[in-house]
């Protein structure tokens, strides 16, 4: 169990003794010990190695929770925690994930209504029951209900790349002790980086298979055993996430990785054209129909060369129009393939925040940890004022900042820091500033972050009135959709990308692993209409920089080259995009 696991237990006892009524003490207790774990800045499992008693030297641990986290760190459970989970029943707990319902709420339906589970609530809220019980009302009634059919769209059997991502590099590096792995690659969506992950697919070519497999099961994350075969074995991790693996002789690996790398889609279509020219694609290689006679199978690059196709990357293989694009009739090392842009493309992020609003970490210190990973300047972007909950800067506390940004380009050679804001999108469209402020920012990121459930025209009046503001410069998490969290604002992307192009907004792709907004969809409607995108982390920390790299992701399966993202540009060219 990692940190955020060991959090998400504690947040989850809090709740469960909130609904019981336990008093408030014991309840903000666990809720604190929760977020004092998630922001505790080393791993548990190693302090428990340590010495468990170090546990206590977290704020809001004492010696009892010391003992449970102590016990759920090395066994993966605690019974304390169990016994508090089974005194309800589980459909309480899933009435949680419902948006607009907290404890309090599911306490109150489940005493006075008797309401078990979401499917008895939508009926409550179906019959207009729930409007009657004190402190609701019609609106709130109705609101459920919209959070109802929300969460009844989220498929939540699937999970964050970012999270398939970790699980999948931290066994892949268990399987490395393994004498008997000759290559290992994960495969299947992980590999085409789409924003989330049913299971994680890994590959290994090994000469003796049996040792491989008896190394993947007896992995210390693995919480149950699926299957354990010869060529095939799944497990199910601690996390949830269901890990697949297939074991493959290793003069083969190309094709399967090929093969298991999908998708599904783009197998297909690539079998399709091999089978026009008499040829036969499967796992184990590339084959001439007539004799059966192998004619490549030990790299990707040999397998689609043999098909007649130039290299495709991971990224493109939706089963789209790659296939065509990547004939080797068209002319070009790539053909009609673009050159993907990558990480070390990027000079700069245009938003970010320091703890001037919600970040953590201060604007030295963010500039100095994305300068260290090679970018040249970003803009610090914090929260404009209506933001107040998150600490938004009004005018003079951004005057002031200034100061400080002033100071610090002074002193610090070869990197700048552009005077930013991520200014919000109020009700009618209008932005949180003055004119008089935005003209002397660098960078204005506009965003909405309030009234997400206006009706659609309204909706779409006030961000196009934002994106006409002549101040704006980039229009951050286009959409405002959170995975499995929250869906998108209801709008037309397609007009917006349109309005964006007239009115020379970037959009943004936020490269937040719970956002991806925009999605890869529309990021390549985005290119085709000749609008620029930039990849931000909207980091809050000074190590987000790392999450770039699902920006990056995202924009590689939207088509986009280097020269798309403005985030590759130097300063100069940067500026004058908005001139
Ligand atoms: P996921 O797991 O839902 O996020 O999506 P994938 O693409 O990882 O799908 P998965 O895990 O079921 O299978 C991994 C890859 O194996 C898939 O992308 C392509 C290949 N594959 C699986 N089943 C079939 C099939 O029936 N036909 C073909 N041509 N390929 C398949
Ligand atoms: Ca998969
Ligand atoms: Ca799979």
Known sequence: MDNKQIAQSLQEIGDILEIKGTDRFRVNAYHNASRSVLNYSRDLRDLVDEDPRLLEKIPGIGKNLGKHIDELVNTGACREFERIRTSIPPGLLDMLRVRGVGPKKVKLFFSELKIKDISALEQAAKDGILASLPGMGEKSQKEILEGIAEHSKFDLDRVMISEALMEAEKYIEHMRDCSEVKRIEYAGSLRRRQETCGDVDLLVGAKIVEKVM???????????????????????????????????????????????????????????????????????????????????????????????????????????????????????????????????????????????????????????????????????????????????????????????????????????????????????????????????????????????????????????????????????????????????????????????????????????????????????????????????????????HELLKYGIFVARRGWLTKNDVINTYDLDKLLKIWE
């Not at 929260?383 to 800067?393: A, K």
């Not at 009004?394 to 050679?413: A, H, S």
């Not at 007239?502 to 609008?531: C, F, Q, W, Y």
């Open 214 to 544: 008896e190394h993947f099961v007896s992995y210390g994350d693995v919480m149950k055993v699926l299957a354990h075969g010869s060529t095939k074995s799944a497990v199910i991790l601690e996390s949830g996430i269901q890990v697949d693996l297939r074991v493959v002789d290793d003069e083969a690996f190309g094709a399967a990785l090929h093969y298991f790398t999908g998708s599904k889609e783009h197998n297909i279509r690539v079998r399709d054209i091999a089978k026009k020219k008499g040829l036969k694609v499967n796992e184990y290689g590339v084959f001439k129909r007539a004799s059966n006679k192998i004619i490549a199978c030990k790299t990707e690059e040999d397998v689609f060369k043999a098909v007649g196709l130039k290299y495709i990357e991971p990224e493109l293989r939706e089963g789209l129009d790659e296939i065509t694009a990547a004939k080797s009739s068209v002319k070009g090392a790539k053909g009609g393939l673009p050159r993907l842009i990558e990480l070390k493309d990027l000079k700069c992020d245009l938003h970010m925040h320091s703890d001037w609003s919600d970040g953590k970490s201060s604007v030295k210190e963010m500039a100095e940890n994305y300068r260290d990973v090679g970018l040249k300047y970003i803009a610090m972007c914090d929260h404009s004022s209506v933001m107040g909950v998150t600490g938004g800067l009004d005018i003079g506390k951004v005057q002031k900042q200034w100061k400080e940004i002033d100071k610090l380009n002074k002193k610090m050679r070869g990197f700048k820091i552009l005077k930013g804001s991520e200014v919000d999108i109020l009700k009618d469209g209008s932005l949180d500033f003055s004119d008089e402020i935005l003209k002397e920012l660098d960078i204005v990121v506009i965003a909405a972050h309030m009234y997400g459930r206006l009706p659609k025209a309204q909706q779409m009046k006030r961000l196009i009135a934002a994106i006409e503001n002549p101040y704006s410069k980039i229009l951050a998490h286009p959409s405002g959709r959170m995975i499995n969290r929250r869906g998108p604002m209801d709008i037309d992307m397609v007009k917006i990308i349109d309005a964006c192009k007239v009115n020379n907004v970037v959009m943004e792709i936020n490269s937040n692993p719970l956002r991806l907004d925009l999605t890869d969809k529309h990021v390549r409607i985005a290119k085709d209409k000749g609008v620029k995108i930039a990849i931000n982390s909207d980091g809050h920390d000074s190590n987000q």
